[in-house]
């Protein structure tokens, strides 16, 4: 069965320095998603694709925070610097196309610590 | 844009028991109402779906209901089982130029057996 891969799966790094997350949807998905799980809520939206575009980054905090996804297939979300309060569980989704109605399948996502 | 309310935080049955979480939304365009549960230190995997044509949906011991003129939709489970602890998360995604699912803030079901 085809999954959403993410790396790292555990992260810890210093406040200041920077870190960065790789995803690769399930093949074939035009549309991806990077949220942020915070412990013990639900998923919140960084930023979403469409192919390579951007569709929607309103939630992410863009003075530290950057995401692309150059050629349309995998993506990378960057944090630099890294601050305390950025400790959480990084999940990326993808989905067939942006439409009502699909469902996003997620990777197992990355957990950050930082210290 | 959307928001998503979701109760309760916590829920503790006994095995056999049903559970029922409910979750509101606030956007009248939303159309699509996906379910999700996450098992600990797992993906959330989608368990149903539901959309603004259809008022109920069931799958086994899973269903689903969605009041559209009260903007709310619940999850119901029956005969609870232990393997069905986890955190159920309901999302709702408004119709138009992107489909950006929302979530709630998730619901910690814990059956006792």
């Known amino acids: 069965e085809a999954e959403v891969a993410q790396s790292p799966r555990y992260k810890i790094t210093e406040k200041s320095q920077a870190v960065a997350f790789w995803c690769d949807p399930i093949?074939?998905?035009?549309?991806l998603y990077w949220y942020r799980q915070i412990l013990g809520q639900g998923p919140e939206l960084l930023v979403q694709?469409?192919?390579?575009?951007?569709?929607?980054d309103s939630q992410l905090p863009k003075d530290r925070f950057s995401a692309e996804r150059l050629k349309g297939v995998d993506s990378t979300l960057k944090i630099q610097p890294a601050e305390l309060g950025d400790s959480a569980m990084y999940l990326c989704?993808?989905?067939?196309?942006?439409?009502?109605?699909?469902?996003?399948?997620f990777g197992q996502g990355t957990r950050l610590t930082v210290v | 844009g959307e928001n998503v309310e979701q109760h309760p935080s916590t829920l503790s049955v006994q095995e056999g028991d049903s559970a029922v979480i409910k979750c509101t939304y606030s956007?009248?365009?939303?159309?699509?109402f996906p379910w999700y549960k996450q098992e600990l230190g797992k993906r959330p995997q989608l368990i149903i779906d539901?959309?603004?044509?259809?008022g109920e949906k069931k799958d086994q011991r899973i269903a689903v209901t969605l009041n559209k003129t009260a903007k709310h939709f619940s999850l119901h489970i029956t005969e609870t089982q232990p393997e069905d602890s986890a955190v159920y998360f309901c999302?709702?995604?408004?119709?138009?130029?992107?489909?950006?699912?929302?979530f709630g803030r998730g619901t910690s079901l814990i059956v006792h057996p």
């Open positions: 956007d009248s365009a939303s159309n699509y």
């Open positions: 093949s074939g998905h035009a549309t």
């Open positions: 694709f469409q192919d390579e575009s951007v569709v929607d």
């Open positions: 989704a993808s989905s067939p196309r942006i439409e009502s109605g699909t469902e996003a399948f």
């Open positions: 539901i959309r603004s044509n259809v």
């Open positions: 999302a709702a995604s408004t119709a138009g130029g992107s489909y950006i699912p929302t």
